[in-house]
């Protein structure tokens, strides 16, 4: 089989340009002799590739320098128990909104270090909307407010950030990082991990206030220290070297392609003919989302009759369509429509979507 296009949630689809880059580096690094994972993190051809893919990320994210940027093991589940390990004292309130599956993850995870405290959830709405700013009850104390930027199975987004007034808002990027220009300065800290929309797992981005990092927050292990990270370069241990260089690449790319407005651009194109194709097929197709909330990353939708979903997945990738299967937790189907996925991609799900209906509506 051909190369695919591949809806895949994550890990996702990667530019072919940055495939083929790091497939062209694969045995010699430039003058390196070796691969790049081949080679100590700590030498001068790597540390000039995790400088690189830093001030590359801070440039296509317009990074505030009072903001530090931490390169992290372990996923964005991780730093969903490290925050509140290094921003809170050992049970501290903390507000977590949630608008879907991964802020109820994030909540489960700083349970054992924070006093969570639900100041919204769209839960009794089966997270077909967000809670509005106004109907959140914020703890007086809190530690930080967390939001779930995108909710990449629920499939709604955060149209604006939200006011929280001198709390630092915590908010989970990892499905819709770098898919339109942001205001990092409106967030106290910001992670994401990369396999939706900046490289490969295995690697985790956090953006974090430094002032923040002056908070004392819990007992932890030096590994845990998000401080102790900052002081090493993020090489407290042995980095992730080959995710942080696809990582490099990948943001790279971004740049080359016109960064994060020219990406705005397409993404929002793409979000527009597909949910189209779903609001216009008379029924066929539906998605449930409040259409002001609606995600331009992650689009789930379900067929008018759940017996032509085995049809729909085995068709469709005979047409050369694949991951559109949706999470478990939803049901039906998911098309996840990150930077990598062209134009190109969407129209011929689209087209297939199209014939499909005709074929079997
Ligand atoms: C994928 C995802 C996660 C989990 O990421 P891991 O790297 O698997 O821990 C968390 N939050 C959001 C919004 C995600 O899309």
């Keep these: 089989m051909p190369r695919a296009w591949n809806f895949s ?70 730093q969903q128990a490290l925050i509140p390990l290094n921003f809170a004292a050992p049970g501290q309130p903390a507000d977590y909104v949630i608008s879907g599956h991964w802020g109820k993850t994030a909540m489960k995870q700083a349970a054992p270090y924070v006093a969570t405290h639900v100041a919204a959830s769209s839960e009794a709405d089966r997270y077909r909307t967000i809670p509005a700013r106004d109907t959140w009850q914020l703890a007086s104390d809190a530690a930080y407010v967390h939001i779930t930027a995108n909710e990449t199975i629920h499939g709604s987004e955060f149209r604006d950030i939200p006011d929280v007034g001198d709390v630092p808002l915590v908010a989970d990027f990892s499905s819709s990082i770098a898919s339109e220009p942001l205001d990092v300065s409106k967030f106290g800290i910001l992670y994401a991990g990369a396999q939706k929309n900046l490289g490969p797992v295995g690697i985790s981005v956090v953006i974090v206030r430094r002032d923040l990092l002056e908070r004392d927050g819990q007992p932890r292990a030096d ?45 929002a194109r793409k979000a527009a003919l597909l949910y189209g194709a779903i609001d216009d097929s008379g029924g066929f197709y539906r998605n449930d989302i409040d259409p002001a909330v609606r995600s331009r990353m992650n689009v789930p939708f379900f067929l008018h009759d759940e017996a032509l979903e085995k049809a729909f997945l085995s068709e469709s990738k005979a047409a050369g369509l694949i991951a559109l299967k949706g999470h478990r937790v939803v049901g039906g189907m998911r098309a996840s429509i990150y930077n990598a996925m062209p134009e190109e991609g969407v129209q011929a799900l689209v087209a297939f979507m199209d014939d499909f209906r005709k074929r079997h509506g």
């Excluded at 940055?18 to 690094?29: F, Y």
């Excluded at 790279?252 to 705005?264: H, N």
């Design 9 to 78: 949630a994550g890990p996702a689809t990667l530019p072919e340009p940055v495939l083929r880059r790091a497939q062209s580096e694969m045995l010699e690094w430039r003058d390196a002799g070796a691969s790049i994972v081949e080679i100590s993190h700590r030498g001068p051809e790597f540390m000039e590739v995790a400088a690189a893919a830093e001030s590359a990320l801070r440039k296509l994210l317009s990074i505030p320098d009072d903001y530090a940027v931490l390169f992290t093991q372990g996923g964005a589940t991780t």
């Design 223 to 267: 590994i845990f220290d998000y401080r102790s990270q900052l002081k090493a370069e993020s090489m407290l241990n042995t980095p992730p070297t080959w995710n942080w260089y696809m990582l490099g690449l990948t943001v790279q790319w971004m740049l080359d392609e016109g960064g994060v407005e020219e990406f705005a651009k397409r993404n």
